[in-house]
């Protein structure tokens, strides 16, 4: 069934608040839910076992305070919030959740997910810091199987290779749809606006019905098409279209989008974990699931693998894809592989791609919104 344009927005900008009825609902029909914060957790092996593998609120800064009496006040918000919507059980999708799924990316995750175990169960896979060599591969491999063991005995099923396909399947399309909303943006003008790609990718993290969410994108994309073939322009042709990479984005750190939008930018990439990271490559369908697995979740272009070669590869091929005039690099405070990344991402854009780049340092409050604005618009009136 179709739904306004307006209104299907509006589903994903509410799905955080709105999806816990649905959790709720599967819960009480006997599901067992996976709580998930990064895009390294193989979401295939959980929802082969017939689990619900969901997001956990990780973007507010409303529970931090709490998070602080355990936490050092210098830590990523990222964590602190994650931690302080678990230990002031705050998170609706964290209270249905069965068990959480972690992996050791960066030292204050790992370290925080210590903590964490003593609220819920925790599974912590071993993340392997670098892409080179067998070992990685043999390392990583294994977490794949241990996971799925680990995930097999909590819910007492068996994950045949049958069940690892299909899931593989479901969320390839799943892949497919979001790829084919947010590509909307290499269009120009785009056809959205910066903040309703965020929104839905965002929203779609907290979705639970897959199948409904790809039918909803699909007819969002089709009534955009329409308006944007009738002539309706949301986006001014001439605005300095912007690519968004760094720590994930969402929530308290919308206001970044905000800001570029309002001083006259078009975000029309989302390089980071929010966006392309985690969509942009499929998994073999055709070879050993738990291989296909591996190589997939492997090659994720974050800053914790060493070196992230992967995460250049990536900005060469979008910055030309999206045809971007300037790169902005969000970075969370204390988020140190992602800060010191920025010299060589800086580096890489001004010399190979001639492109200006700026990098922010922020966290979740709205403490330093005068000074984005400051130094955003000065950046965008350089375009
Ligand atoms: S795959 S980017 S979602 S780890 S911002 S908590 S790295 S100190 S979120 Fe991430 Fe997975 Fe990588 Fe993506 Fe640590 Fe940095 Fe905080 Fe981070």
């Known amino acids: 069934m179709s739904i306004s344009l307006p209104k299907a927005f509006n589903e994903f900008d509410e799905a955080r608040q709105k999806g816990f009825i649905d959790v709720k609902e599967l819960k009480e029909k006997g599901k067992n839910i996976v709580g998930t914060y990064c895009v390294f957790t193989p ?5 082969a076992a017939d689990a619900i593998p969901i997001s956990l609120c990780a973007m507010s800064d409303e529970p931090i305070p709490e998070a602080e009496k355990h936490l050092p ?6 964590i602190k919030s994650s931690y302080g919507f678990a230990i002031t059980d705050t998170c609706p ?9 972690g992996e050791t990316t960066c030292d204050g995750k790992k370290k925080m997910y210590e903590y964490m175990n003593d609220i819920k169960p925790v599974h912590v896979m071993q993340l392997p810091q670098t892409t080179i060599g067998d070992d990685s591969y043999n390392l ?4 794949m199987v241990v996971l799925k063991e680990r995930i097999e005995k909590e819910f007492n099923v068996e994950i045949t290779d049958e069940n690892l396909k299909q899931a593989i399947k479901a969320r390839n399309e799943e892949r497919r749809m979001l790829k084919k909303f947010y590509e909307l943006g290499t269009l120009c003008p785009p056809p959205i606006t910066g903040l309703e790609i965020l929104k839905v ?3 779609a993290t907290f979705k639970t019905d897959k199948n409904e969410q790809n039918q909803t994108i699909d007819n969002m994309i089709k009534s955009v098409m329409e308006e944007y073939n009738n002539g309706v322009r949301k986006v001014s042709e001439d605005a300095p279209r912007i690519l968004i990479t760094g720590c994930p984005t969402g929530g308290a750190t919308e206001k970044v989008i905000q800001i570029i939008e309002e001083n006259g930018g078009a975000v029309v990439c989302f390089e980071n974990c929010t966006g392309v990271k985690g969509n942009d490559t499929l998994v073999n369908e055709d070879i050993d699931p738990i291989d296909a697995l591996t190589d997939k979740y492997l090659n994720v272009a974050c800053s914790c693998i060493s070196p992230n070669d992967n995460r250049i590869e990536l900005l060469d091929r979008l910055v030309d894809e999206y045809k971007v005039d300037g790169v902005v690099d969000i970075v969370l405070q204390a988020c140190h592989t992602y800060n010191v990344e920025t010299y060589r991402i800086k580096k890489f854009l001004n010399e190979n791609k001639n492109i200006p780049y700026m ?4 966290d979740y409050s709205k403490s330093d919104i005068g000074q984005l604005q400051t130094r955003i618009s000065a950046f965008i009136e350089m375009l």
């Open 43 to 47: 979401w295939e092996i959980i929802l």
């Open 73 to 78: 006040r210098n830590l990523c918000p990222l």
């Open 201 to 203: 990718l965002y929203g």
């Open 140 to 143: 990583w491999r294994n977490e």
């Open 93 to 101: 999708y964290f209270y249905f959740s069965d068990l959480i799924v």
């Open 359 to 362: 990098s922010i340092e922020t």
